[in-house]
C-alpha cells in the first residue's frame, strides 16, 4: 500500500540572497491554491531561524504575509514542520547583504547547550507565529539534510515532543559536512532511530521517513530542467578543499536522484511511481510511504505539480501527511 506525501522547504536561499515574496509566499501560495483545488495537504518544513532574523532586522517587509501564510497553513489542517538552517542566527545584514554564521552551520556538532537554545527558539517562534502556546512540530528536516551526528538533536527534539524526522536522503554523501547516508541504502522505507538516524533501532522514539531517492548514473541528473533551477542557486564561494571534497562526492557511479516535485520532469515522476506501482502489486500488504521534497523557491513548473496530484488520484494513490500515517508505523 502507497501514500504519498509531499514536503516543502520553505525558504529562500541558502546565502540570504533573494525576496520572501518572490521565493517564498507567492510559490507558496499557488501550490496551496492547486493543493485546495484537489482538497489535498502537504507537509511545510518551515526554515524558522531566517524568519525570525529577518524579521528582526527588518529587510524584508514580506515577512508579515509570510507569518500570515503560516498561519493559513496551519488553519486549513497543512502540517507545519520545523527546518533548520542555525547560520542564519548569528546573520548580520549590512549594505543590503547577508553575513551568516558559518561556523554554525551543522546544528548536530554544536555544544549541546547551543542546540538546546537554537531548538527551544525556534520551537517559540512558531509558537508565537501561530498563538498556540503549545503547539509542537510533528516533524523536524535538517538544513541541508545534515543530522549526523545524530544523538544530540535527536535526543532534544524528542525533548520537545518531535516524532519524526524526514532529512535522510538514501545514498547521500557530503564530504565537506560528513554526511554518508549510504548505509540507509539497506533500510526499509521508515525506521526508529536513536543515536544513528542511518540505524534502524526499534527502541528510539523518533522515526524516520527518508526523502525517497533512486540511485542512478551521474549523466541522468542532467536534465535540463534540474541544471536550469540549479543554475539560479546563487553559491558560496568555494576554497581549493571545499572544492576538492565536493569533488569526490561525485567520484562514483551511482548517485541519489531525491524525488523532487520542483526538480524533476513529468516524465521521471511517473517512471518511478510506475516502478513502485508495480511493486505494490506484487505485495500489496506491505506500507510503502513515499516522501517527495521540494522547495517554494524552485517552485516555477505548477503545470507538473498539477499533473502529479492528477496522477496520484487516478491511480488511487492517497496524499497524506506524517501526522496522519504515524499510527501505521509507530510499534513502540
Ligand atoms: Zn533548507
Redesign the pocket.
Same mark, same amino acid.
Given at each position: 500500500m502507497i501514500e504519498f506525501i509531499f514536503t516543502i522547504?520553505y #525558504?529562500i536561499y541558502?546565502n540570504g540572497e533573494g525576496s520572501l515574496r518572490e521565493l517564498v509566499y507567492e510559490p507558496a501560495k499557488r501550490l496551496m491554491e492547486i493543493f485546495e483545488k484537489w482538497n489535498a495537504y502537504f507537509v511545510t518544513?518551515v #526554515?524558522v531561524a531566517e524568519l525570525e532574523i529577518i524579521e528582526a532586522s527588518n529587510s524584508d517587509q514580506a515577512i508579515t504575509f509570510v507569518k500570515h501564510q503560516i498561519h493559513d497553513f496551519y488553519d486549513k489542517g497543512f502540517e507545519v514542520g520545523l527546518?533548520?538552517?542555525p547560520q542564519w542566527y548569528n546573520g548580520k545584514y549590512e549594505n543590503g547583504k547577508w553575513q551568516l554564521d558559518y561556523e554554525e552551520y551543522n546544528l548536530c556538532i554544536l555544544p549541546l547547550d547551543r542546540i538546546k537554545q537554537i531548538i527551544t527558539r525556534s520551537v517559540e517562534y512558531l509558537r508565537d507565529l501561530l498563538g498556540v502556546a503549545d503547539f509542537t512540530p510533528f516533524s523536524f528536516?535538517a538544513?541541508?539534510w545534515l543530522f549526523q551526528p545524530t544523538h544530540n538533536v535527536g535526543k532534544v527534539l524528542v525533548d520537545h515532543g518531535v516524532k519524526v524526522d524526514s532529512s535522510v536522503f538514501k545514498g547521500g554523501l557530503q564530504h565537506q559536512y560528513k554526511l554518508d547516508y549510504r548505509r540507509a541504502l539497506k533500510n526499509d522505507y521508515y525506521w526508529h532511530f536513536a543515536d544513528d538516524v542511518n540505524v534502524p533501532n526499534p527502541q528510539g522514539t523518533l522515526i524516520e521517513f527518508p526523502i525517497y531517492t533512486k540511485m542512478v548514473p551521474l549523466w541522468k541528473l542532467a536534465t535540463a530542467k534540474r541544471i536550469g533551477l540549479q543554475r539560479k542557486v546563487p553559491t558560496r564561494i568555494q576554497n581549493g578543499q571545499q572544492r576538492l571534497l565536493r569533488i569526490l562526492d561525485f567520484l562514483r557511479p551511482y548517485h541519489p536522484l531525491k524525488f523532487d516535485f520542483c526538480r524533476m520532469t513529468m516524465s521521471e515522476l511517473i517512471h518511478i511511481l510506475g516502478n513502485e506501482i508495480r511493486q505494490d502489486q506484487k505485495d500489496p500488504n506491505l506500507f510503502r510511504p513515499i516522501i517527495a521534497i521540494g522547495?517554494t523557491k524552485d517552485l516555477i513548473d505548477f503545470d507538473t505539480v498539477d499533473s502529479l496530484l492528477l496522477y496520484l488520484r487516478k491511480n488511487e494513490i492517497p496524499i497524506s501527511t506524517f501526522r496522519a500515517i504515524y499510527h501505521k508505523c509507530n510499534f513502540s
Open positions: 522547504d #525558504e541558502g518544513f #526554515e527546518h533548520l538552517h528536516r538544513g541541508n522547495h
